[in-house]
Every structure is written in C-alpha cells, then in structure tokens.
C-alpha cells in the first residue's frame, strides 16, 4: 500500500485535476490524503456559504472516492500570494511529517491561476529532499482544467506530461463523484464542462496509446 498525498488550492481541483488517478489509487488499497488551502473560488461568489456549501462538497467527493480529506485550510481564495510562504510550507511540512507520503501530487508550478502557482511552489519547497532525508516522495505534477491549459505559451513554458495514467475503468466514477461540485461545471466549451474534460481524457489517451488518461509530470523521483 502506498500513501498519497494530494496538494491543492482549492475544493474541486482534486476532482478537475486527477480524480480517476486518486480513485485508481484508492481502489488498489492505497491510501488517499487530500489537503486543501482554501474554500474555493466558489466563496467569493457565495460568502455566506462558503464555509458550508464548498466545504460539504469536498468532504462529499472524497466520501464517495473512498479516499480523505487531510485538512481544508483557511488561506484566502484567490489571495494565497499574500501569504508568506514560510507558513505555507509550515503547514506543508507538517503535513510530510504526519503522512509520510510515497507520491505527493502538486499543481503544475506555471499555471496561471495564481493560487495554484503558489501553492506549488511552497509544496516544492517543503519537499525539498534535505529537509526530509527519511522520506523521499515521489512528486508529480497535475494539470487543472481551465488553469494550466489556459497558461499562455511564453518562453517555452508549457505542461509537457511524462507520465499517463490510464483512467478507462475509473472514468464512470470520476463523472459520478464529480458532480458533487456541480456550481464549478460550466456548459461547452468551457473547459470545465463534462464534455472538455471527457475531451481532455481522450486526447491524454490519445497520445499514449490508452483511451482515457490524465497525465502528469514527474518532478522528482529519487530511488535510494
């Protein structure tokens, strides 16, 4: 059994990101840690819900994926960066010591949505190898509908995945538990929309010779 821990800014990133890829790791007995930074995006247009509605959602998605929710922080939506980041990788760090992970999943470091930026870079320092010499994680990086595909291409900056994984037999289950976060789905072709991501799947598959993946970049992988 492994141990996971998946890192993400915001409720629904987990589910848009790599759903099947955590529901693939929870039906092989692994063990699945969600931590969360924020309420989500969701707060700003619901405050008065934001500590019921987003939250409920999460706490939904993870029951039906089998998988646990490590914590859901209280870091502002959308305003991460003026955080300073030593309390970011302060809870980062506590969170390594506690699970003690095998895989951690991170944001891609360059999307554009600003949280999911930061976020990975406080993750990336935290796992920085010297500060954890008994525990060596393997870390990937995930992409984010509307986010990492929306990243313009400057200076050769660009999701380049080195790692597909297959989520054929999880498909139906990651559609069903995504609809837990129904407020974040839009209507094609945004691409939040069960349609673009159906897409996104094929086209992930498409290039490794599956029929659905998500795909990955692994950062940093050390065998000892």
């Known amino acids: 059994m492994n141990k996971i821990l998946c890192i993400v800014?915001?409720?629904?990133?987990?589910?848009?990101?790599?759903?099947g890829t955590l529901i693939k790791h929870s039906d092989k007995g692994d063990e699945v840690n969600i931590f969360i930074f924020s309420d989500g995006e969701g707060a700003k247009k619901n405050p008065k819900d934001k500590n019921v509605y987003r939250i409920q959602s999460a706490k939904n998605w993870a029951n039906e994926t089998n998988t646990k929710i490590y914590k859901i922080a209280s870091f502002p939506d959308q305003k991460i960066d003026t955080i300073p980041q030593i309390e970011l990788v302060t809870e980062i760090e506590k969170a390594l010591r506690e699970i003690k992970p095998d895989i951690v999943y991170i944001h891609n470091p360059t999307d554009i949505n600003k949280d999911?930026?930061?976020?990975?870079?406080?993750?990336?320092?935290?796992l920085r190898p010297m500060r954890f010499l008994n525990n060596l994680p393997e870390i990937?990086?995930?992409?984010?509908?509307?986010?990492?595909?929306?990243?313009?291409?400057?200076?050769g900056i660009i999701f380049q995945?080195?790692?597909?994984?297959?989520?054929?037999?999880?498909?139906?289950?990651?559609?069903?538990?995504?609809?837990?976060?129904?407020?974040?789905?839009?209507?094609?072709?945004?691409?939040?929309?069960?349609?673009?991501?159906?897409?996104?799947?094929?086209?992930r598959g498409a290039e490794s010779g599956l029929k659905m993946a998500e795909a990955f970049i692994i950062i940093k992988k050390i065998i000892i």
């Open 116 to 126: 999911h930026e930061i976020v990975s870079k406080a993750s990336l320092v935290a």
């Open 140 to 155: 990937r990086a995930f992409e984010t509908p509307s986010s990492t595909d929306q990243t313009p291409y400057l200076n």
């Open 161 to 203: 995945p080195n790692l597909y994984i297959s989520i054929s037999k999880e498909w139906e289950k990651k559609i069903k538990a995504l609809k837990h976060y129904k407020s974040e789905l839009g209507s094609f072709p945004h691409p939040r929309s069960l349609k673009s991501i159906e897409a996104m799947a094929i086209k």
């Open 9 to 19: 800014a915001h409720p629904d990133d987990e589910a848009l990101g790599l759903g």
